[in-house]
């Protein structure tokens, strides 16, 4: 008879039956879990990189798009700039040909009243002369005038008692003073406003003529107003060196003044661009009073036989008008400007002795100071008694 099983280890048996079905059947429910995990990560990586795909595509169309529209905003502003600037362009040029026109016409118009108003001097002058001949007036030795450029300044006539009368003028085109000498020198002296430097220079250019025994006319004028009396300080400075500048009232220079002019002086070459500008015909004889003695004593005085005006052009040798563009302090003499006695004590003292080296280059008369002492560095100071000239200066004077 067979054995019967133990009911405990049949038990036994069957819960571990149990037991090893439930750990098997649990294992793959893990590994289902785990796989349909995976999966869905799988699944959802997929769906980000397709995200961040369909992203980053669409960053860059929207890229592109922008930078497309910024590039085409760039063109169309750099047309815009570039029409406006034609269209301004144009203008500009449209203008400045407008106002060239213009200038060009209103000098024509005035071309043509010159030639006109020249014309009928002249005819009215060759009336004057034919009448004047049909009555007998003209001097028998007088030649007739004929051609334009033949026309003489002035005619002779007699009075009806047969005596030498005044002699009749005929108008004449603006010109430079004659090459030939004249009685009288004409001598203009500039500076700006007419108040101080020039008034002094012309006083005492005037003063050392007039002792060298030259007959001169010195006048001065001035880049501003007129009217004006010399400056209070110019005025003592003068009196101490026994001038006087009380009468004096300033005036605008103008080209007549300077066209009649044998010499013109600035002082400084501010003066003498407004020279060119007035009348650049009278540029050659127009300089600085330092560069004036300048070049007398790097030239040579005057000779004894040689016009003024000869030499003149021989100081005048190698100067150009562009040199007038920049401004020297080597060839100016410097402002005194207003309210300091002291200064324009100093500024009489350097004109007064690069007056006398001019007046002793071209005139040979012996003056102080020599070449290299046109400013003396003692004789502006005053005395311990104050506002007297010192001893120097007064020894100087004699």
Same mark, same amino acid.
């Given at each position: ?35 349909? !995990? ?5 699944? %959802?990586?997929? @769906?980000? *990189? ?6 980053? &595509? /669409? ?34 040029? +449209? ?8 200038? %060009?016409?209103?000098?024509?118009? !005035? ?8 014309? #009928? ?14 009555? $007998? ?10 051609? %334009?450029?033949?026309?003489?300044? =002035?005619?002779?006539? =007699? ?26 020198? *004409? ?10 430097? /020039? ?35 110019? *005025?003592?400075?003068?009196?101490? &060196?026994?001038?006087?500048? /009380? ?12 066209? $009649? ?23 050659? &004889? ?32 190698? %100067? ?10 080597? @060839?100016?003499?410097? +402002?005194?400007?207003?309210? /300091? !006695?002291?200064?324009?004590? #100093?500024?009489?003292?350097?004109? +007064?002795?690069?007056?006398? &080296? ?26 311990? *008694? $104050? ?8 020894? !100087?004077?004699?």
């Amino acid at each position: 008879m067979p054995a019967v099983p133990d009911p405990t280890e049949l038990a036994h048996r069957r819960a571990a039956a149990i037991l090893d079905e439930a750990w098997r059947q649990a294992e793959q429910l893990q590994a289902e879990a785990l796989a349909e !995990l995976q999966a869905e990560i799988d699944r %959802r990586l997929a @769906d980000a *990189e397709a995200a961040g795909t369909r992203i980053r &595509r /669409s960053a860059e169309r929207t890229a592109a798009r922008l930078r497309a529209d910024a590039e085409a905003e760039i063109e169309r502003r750099r047309r815009e700039l570039a029409a406006e600037a034609e269209a301004f362009w144009n203008r500009a040029r +449209d203008e400045a040909e407008t106002v060239l026109a213009e200038a %060009r016409q209103a000098a024509d118009r !005035l071309l043509a009243d010159a030639r006109e108003t020249a014309d #009928r001097l002249l005819t009215d002058a060759r009336a004057a002369a034919r009448t004047a001949a049909e009555r $007998g007036a003209v001097h028998p030795g007088a030649a007739p005038p004929a051609a %334009r450029d033949e026309l003489p300044d =002035t005619i002779d006539i =007699t009075t009806p008692g047969g005596g030498a009368g005044p002699p009749l003028a005929l108008p004449q085109p603006a010109a430079a003073p004659p090459a030939g000498p004249r009685a009288q020198l *004409e001598i203009v002296v500039l500076c700006t406003a007419n108040m101080r430097r /020039s008034p002094l220079a012309a006083a005492m250019l005037e003063r050392r003529l007039a002792a060298a025994g030259v007959s001169a006319r010195v006048r001065s004028a001035g880049m501003l107003g007129a009217g004006q009396g010399a400056s209070p300080e110019a *005025e003592a400075v003068a009196a101490e &060196r026994g001038l006087d500048l /009380s009468g004096h009232r300033s005036r605008k220079v103008d080209a007549d003044l300077l066209r $009649g002019a044998d010499l013109v002086i600035g002082m400084a070459r501010e003066h003498v661009r407004e020279v060119v500008v007035l009348a650049d015909d009278v540029f050659p &004889r127009s300089f600085t009073l330092r560069e004036l003695v300048r070049r007398a004593e790097e030239r040579g005085p005057r000779e004894p036989h040689e016009a003024f005006a000869d030499w003149l052009h021989r100081l005048h040798e190698g %100067r150009v008008v562009e040199d007038l563009l920049e401004d020297v302090a080597e @060839d100016d003499v410097a +402002d005194p400007g207003e309210g /300091s !006695l002291r200064r324009h004590e #100093r500024t009489a003292e350097e004109i +007064d002795g690069l007056v006398a &080296r001019f007046v002793e280059a071209a005139w040979g008369v012996p003056t102080h100071p020599r070449p290299g002492q046109d400013i003396l560095p003692w004789a502006g100071e005053e005395s311990e *008694e $104050g506002g007297r000239p010192g001893l120097l200066r007064r020894l !100087l004077r004699r």
